[in-house]
């Protein structure tokens, strides 16, 4: 009997994902822990690992079909020398914008009433009126319609030669002929300087929890200047210890030298290390620190656990393996999903202040501007200090004025009296 292999839900927030590619192709053997796709949620490009052994019996849903709701079959796998299931015995819900248009309907069928707008067409169903049918995925067709790409120059490698999303990117970077309104295949100028661009699952996602983060939670801000001079100076000398080469190679920056500094203030004032729930306030014991980092579609938040037991030289190279996997959409669901209090670094870019956005459910999260050197006042005299300036974001319903600007301290202490970070 015909086993149906189901779009999984891979984070609790996953409704919906898109099938970025199949790895097996239909006829292919597979055993159990084979990869047989790749599925893009909305926070990374994860792996879909057949369950059973047998044959990759039929595709239900082509490469590049996006939103495809959780527990929809995709496709279906059978015992060798099993039957193959027709086409129909299994129907997968696929969004209305996502499902393929029959460019074998006939024309009849299509006709609108006199009072009916037309729709503009495309340059797949300009193919398809024209007699010839073009095998093309349905977010292939509609980005070849976004990007004026005539479908019947491309060569598909998909499945059967079927049209996916890279084929026609690659098209319309190699600038393949376009089509006009009336079908000849001549450029046309855009008619505005506008484009559309459709949202990823990650911006969705995005959106969906900083409105929610910010709409629902009592943010409060509290600023404080850092002398970074004494830290810096430090870094330097512990960089220098480093092996040029080998796995005992290391490189401290000054980010990983920050989220050891906030751990350890997070253990002077434990309240901070909190979350806010309906019913009690709940305070973590361990400190495991949430990284914003930036990828191509937005913001993942990479999470380095218990910091606090942590080495500089364990959390600098756990961090860069975390970054370097967030930005390549590797990360396993649980290691960007939790954490007890954040850090959000824009110093780099030569910001002078910000203020971040709560991640739910924690507490706080701290943002770091850049360093520069400026005047500062030592006793009497006029002296000149590496200075930045960090704001602390607090939930208000969990963290009072007082307890964040305690928070700070202790912050700024660890940071100007390094030798903390290495005792």
Do not use: C
Not at 95 to 104: E, G
Not at 375 to 396: C, F, Q, R, Y
């Amino acid at each position: 009997m015909a086993i149906e292999v189901l779009m999984p839900a891979l984070s609790p927030t996953m409704t919906e994902g898109a099938l970025a590619r199949w790895v097996k192709a239909e006829g292919d053997k597979v055993t159990i822990g084979d990869v047989i796709a790749e599925i893009e949620t909305d926070k990374a490009t994860m792996e879909v690992e057949a369950v059973e052994d047998g044959i990759l019996g039929r595709i239900l849903v082509p490469e590049g079909t996006q939103e495809i709701a959780v527990n929809t079959p995709i496709a279906l796998l059978i015992a060798e020398g099993e039957a193959v299931p027709d086409a129909g015995a299994v129907r997968p819900e696929v969004p209305a914008a996502s499902a393929p248009q029959d460019a074998t309907q006939p024309a009849a069928t299509q006709q609108k009433s006199a009072s009916a707008a037309v729709p503009a067409q495309t340059p797949s169903s300009l193919q398809a009126a024209a007699g010839k049918r073009i095998i093309a995925s349905p977010l292939a067709k509609r980005i070849a319609g976004q990007k004026g790409v005539d479908l019947s120059t491309i060569k598909g490698s998909g499945p059967n030669g079927r049209i996916v999303r890279r084929d026609v990117d690659n098209a319309a970077a190699q600038g393949k002929p376009v089509t006009s309104a009336t079908g000849q295949g001549a450029a046309i100028a855009p008619p505005s300087s506008s484009r559309s661009v459709p949202h990823s699952g990650m911006r969705k996602v995005i959106a969906r929890r900083l409105t929610e983060a910010k709409s629902t939670i009592p943010h409060f801000y509290v600023s404080v200047d850092v002398e970074l001079d004494a830290l810096l100076a430090l870094r330097s000398q512990l960089n220098a210890t480093s092996p040029e080469e080998g796995p005992d190679a290391f490189k401290l920056s000054v980010n990983d030298m920050l989220v050891k500094a906030s751990a350890i203030a997070l253990k002077r004032v434990p309240n901070v290390n909190a979350s806010f729930t309906d019913q009690a306030m709940i305070l973590h014991d361990n400190v495991d620190i949430s990284i914003a980092v930036s990828v191509p579609d937005g913001l993942i938040t990479p999470i380095v656990t218990h910091v606090e037991q942590k080495s500089l030289k364990q959390i600098s190279q756990e961090t860069k393996d975390l970054v370097k996997r967030a930005r390549a959409g590797k990360l396993k669901p649980e290691e960007f999903q939790g954490g007890t209090f954040s850090i959000s670094n824009m110093g780099m870019f030569g910001v002078r202040d910000f203020s971040a956005i709560i991640n739910p459910p924690q507490a706080a999260i701290l943002a770091i501007a850049a360093a520069k050197k400026q005047p500062v006042v030592k006793g009497n005299e006029l002296a000149i200090a590496t200075v930045m300036t960090v704001t602390l974001s607090v939930d208000h319903r969990v963290v009072d004025g007082a307890v964040a600007a305690e928070w700070l301290s202790a912050f700024r202490s660890v940071v100007e009296s390094p030798l903390t970070l290495v005792l």
